[in-house]
């Protein structure tokens, strides 16, 4: 039952959070704009996407406390990564750094490593960085900032809700299955856009 409301209010702030201008006076330019730009920068990007989403099921596979920390940790790192990306600091190698986060976090899945809590919000804060890299540098010029920065940390955390969600089949010798599963679809994805394939 509580899974079941879990997954409803996922869908239910998913479909809101979908229609922003609706409850905006502003939109394009300026804040409107800024939290639109942020909100789908990470929900369109598939690598984004498997990266967070990832988060949030090895939290729920690792259980308490690490099923809180990881999902924190991951957008407080992102956005440093970001304020990096946008005053300029250089950070090599972004694009595999996002493509190796899905590859390792879905190995680390499908094998049910259970490395200590710091041990995986560190893993997780460094991949972090690049994520945030990202929306950093590509953050338009013509819209506010700050409402940008706080579009992709809600739709990052949405992302690590679903992952959380799907995540709480673990508890099922089946769902336990489907999660380590799905965490090795995560790794593929993760490897094809490594390699360009995707």
């Known amino acids: 039952m509580q899974l079941r409301a879990t997954i409803c209010f996922l869908a239910v702030s998913v479909f809101l959070?979908?229609?922003?201008?609706m409850s905006m006076a502003h939109s394009g330019d300026g804040y409107g704009g800024g939290f639109v730009a942020g909100f789908t920068h990470p929900v369109l990007g598939w690598d984004?996407?498997?990266?967070?989403?990832?988060?949030?099921?090895?939290g729920a596979?690792?259980?308490?406390?690490?099923?809180?920390?990881?999902?924190?940790?991951?957008?407080?790192?992102m956005a440093l990564g970001a304020v990096a990306g946008i005053v300029?600091?250089?950070?090599?190698?972004?694009?595999?750094g996002i493509a190796?986060?899905?590859?390792v976090l879905g190995l680390m899945i499908v094998f049910a490593l259970k490395p200590a809590v710091w041990i995986s919000a560190v893993?997780?804060?460094?991949?972090?960085?690049?994520?945030?890299?990202?929306h950093g540098t590509e953050l338009p010029a013509t819209v506010n900032a700050f409402a940008y920065a706080v579009g992709f940390v809600i739709a990052t955390g949405l992302l690590h809700l679903c992952g959380i969600a799907f995540g709480m089949l673990v508890k099922w010798p089946v769902g336990r299955v489907a999660v380590r599963g799905a965490g090795g679809l995560i790794s593929l994805a993760g490897l094809a856009f490594l390699t360009?394939?995707?």
């Not at 959070?17 to 201008?21: A, V």
């Open 196 to 198: 360009g394939v995707a």
């Open 123 to 134: 893993i997780v804060g460094v991949f972090a960085i690049f994520h945030g890299y990202a």
């Open 61 to 77: 596979f690792l259980g308490a406390p690490a099923i809180w920390t990881l999902p924190i940790v991951f957008p407080l790192v």
């Open 48 to 58: 984004h996407v498997a990266a967070m989403v990832a988060v949030g099921l090895w």
């Open 88 to 96: 300029g600091i250089p950070v090599p190698g972004v694009e595999t």
């Open 100 to 103: 190796l986060s899905a590859v």
């Open 17 to 21: 959070l979908s229609f922003p201008g």
